[in-house]
């Protein structure tokens, strides 16, 4: 007799290996997650987001802010697929993306811009000067 360690979870790993790598159906296409690389820095007098959004029209994103939230939103629409004789492939991936970034209390919201050259957006937080939210307080 042949005894056989027995793996309970052994056949999920290969389920999620699958699911994980089948792409999503959306009207009749086969679409991937978008997910933009991201690089951000922090200047002397600003902080900078840089977010990678070749081929993207700026009227199909949106940055909004929320509390203490800065949302990046938006979505790259599949383009017409080019069919030649020999093959067929895509690999940009297509998609609704969203991404959030937590900002830090020194910023000046009323002043943050947005600009985007070759295909990166990019967003400049400025920081409040600080000379003036320091305050002396009399005492009484």
Request: no cysteine; glycine share 4%; proline share 4%.
């Amino acid at each position: 007799m042949l005894l056989t360690r027995f793996e309970p979870f052994k056949g999920m790993q290969n389920f999620h290996r699958i699911i994980d790598n089948y792409p999503i159906i959306e009207e009749n296409r086969a679409i991937k997650g978008f997910v933009p690389n991201v690089n951000t820095r922090e200047g002397e007098f600003a902080y900078h987001i840089d977010i990678d959004l070749p081929g993207m029209n700026k009227n199909d994103i949106s940055i909004d802010i929320d509390e203490n939230s800065l949302i990046i939103s938006g979505e790259r629409k599949i383009k017409e697929e080019v069919k030649e004789e020999d093959y067929h492939k895509i690999e940009t991936s297509f998609g609704k993306f969203e991404r959030v970034f937590s900002l830090p209390k020194n910023i000046d919201s009323e002043n943050i811009t947005a600009s985007s050259q070759d295909g990166v957006l990019e967003v400049v937080i400025p920081k409040q000067d600080k000379a003036a939210s320091k305050k002396r307080i009399k005492i009484k």
